[in-house]
């Protein structure tokens, strides 16, 4: 009689096939971390691309947080489960030649480049072809996929750090450079608005002191002017005076008197020209 599993070891055993980054039932190829858990390698590889660019060939389990280091082949280096990898499907049956049914495949034409069996080699289409043991093309052919593999990875890995290269060169000119710039224009202006301040303050003081030494010169003309204005009045009024005068030789004294003496005082003009007032200090 056959005993049945228990309902719990069954949801024990669904859990140990589930990927701890996908949730879901493995999927081929199934990978094996060196701390014994277990993930799709498309899972592990998405892992690894991401912290890759922090930690290159460095990851963590994200079941323990186990330090994984790959090889040069990076996530295709790790081991194949090939138990959990086979737990969903059986195995492929031998292939068997199409033109031989009772016959497995076992050689490998070079000329026409397909796999078929030594009665095809004999008798068959591919009596006259150059033929290889089946084996032997195998492991050169997965040697070469092998090196491949490896190129496509140091190519990822050369892309991945040119990337991460223009990642910073654009973090360096967002942060570093535009600050830098943004500052050293910030400074270049103040320095430009103290030497116009300073430039103002200079010219301000040459036009206050042009203008107090205007002023100093034109009120000195003025009590220059009033005092000859004053003289002259008072000549005018003597002269009047002196039209008054009834004796002909005391007027003829007295006017060329006068006349002589007030010519004198007042005949020295003051010079003086509006236009050399308006002139600019600079």
Same mark, same amino acid.
């Given at each position: 009689?056959? =005993?049945? $599993?228990?309902?719990?070891?069954?949801?024990?055993?669904e859990k140990q096939l589930l990927c701890p980054v996908c949730l879901e039932m493995f999927s081929k190829p199934v990978v094996i971390l060196p701390c014994q858990h277990n993930l799709c390698r498309k899972c592990a590889n998405d892992i690894f691309q991401v912290k890759s660019r922090y930690s290159k060939s460095v990851f963590r389990c994200p079941s323990c =947080? &186990?330090?994984? +280091?790959?090889?040069?082949?990076?996530?295709?280096?790790? *081991?194949?489960?090939?138990?959990?990898?086979?737990?969903?499907?059986? @195995?492929?049956?031998?292939?068997?030649? /199409?033109?031989?049914? #009772?016959?497995?495949?076992?050689?490998?034409?070079?000329?026409?480049?397909?796999?078929?069996?030594?009665?095809?080699?004999?008798?068959?289409?591919?009596?006259?072809? /150059?033929?290889?043991? @089946?084996?032997?093309?195998?492991?050169?052919?997965?040697?070469?996929?092998?090196?491949?593999?490896?190129?496509?990875?140091? +190519?990822? #890995?050369?892309? *991945?750090?040119?990337?991460? *290269?223009?990642?910073?060169?654009?973090?360096?000119?967002? $942060? #570093?450079?535009?600050?830098?710039?943004?500052?050293?224009?910030?400074?270049? !202006?103040?320095?430009?608005?103290?030497?116009? #301040?300073?430039?103002?303050? &200079? @010219? $301000?003081?040459?036009?206050?002191?042009?203008?107090? /030494?205007?002023?100093? &010169?034109?009120?000195?003309?003025?009590?220059?002017?009033?005092?000859?204005? /004053?003289?002259?009045?008072?000549?005018?009024?003597?002269?009047?005076?002196?039209?008054?005068?009834?004796?002909?030789?005391? !007027?003829? *004294?007295?006017?060329?008197? =006068?006349?002589? =003496?007030? !010519?004198?005082?007042?005949?020295?003009?003051?010079?003086?020209?509006?236009?050399?007032?308006?002139?600019?200090?600079?």
């Amino acid at each position: 009689m056959m =005993r049945l $599993v228990p309902e719990s070891a069954m949801e024990e055993l669904e859990k140990q096939l589930l990927c701890p980054v996908c949730l879901e039932m493995f999927s081929k190829p199934v990978v094996i971390l060196p701390c014994q858990h277990n993930l799709c390698r498309k899972c592990a590889n998405d892992i690894f691309q991401v912290k890759s660019r922090y930690s290159k060939s460095v990851f963590r389990c994200p079941s323990c =947080r &186990h330090e994984v +280091t790959l090889n040069r082949h990076g996530v295709f280096g790790l *081991q194949r489960n090939l138990l959990n990898q086979t737990w969903r499907a059986p @195995l492929s049956p031998q292939l068997m030649c /199409e033109e031989h049914p #009772d016959e497995k495949i076992n050689i490998y034409c070079v000329l026409c480049e397909t796999p078929t069996c030594s009665l095809c080699k004999v008798f068959g289409r591919h009596r006259d072809c /150059e033929v290889a043991p @089946l084996g032997t093309v195998y492991v050169r052919m997965k040697s070469e996929l092998s090196d491949g593999i490896a190129g496509l990875i140091a +190519t990822n #890995d050369h892309l *991945q750090a040119v990337m991460s *290269q223009m990642e910073d060169a654009c973090r360096t000119i967002e $942060v #570093d450079n535009g600050e830098s710039q943004c500052e050293h224009l910030r400074l270049s !202006f103040a320095a430009l608005e103290r030497l116009l #301040d300073q430039r103002k303050q &200079h @010219l $301000v003081e040459m036009i206050t002191e042009h203008q107090d /030494e205007q002023l100093r &010169h034109v009120r000195t003309l003025i009590r220059a002017h009033g005092g000859r204005l /004053e003289g002259g009045v008072a000549l005018v009024e003597n002269a009047i005076q002196t039209m008054d005068e009834p004796h002909m030789s005391t !007027f003829i *004294q007295v006017t060329h008197f =006068r006349q002589a =003496r007030d !010519f004198l005082a007042i005949s020295a003009p003051v010079p003086f020209s509006h236009s050399a007032l308006s002139g600019a200090p600079f």
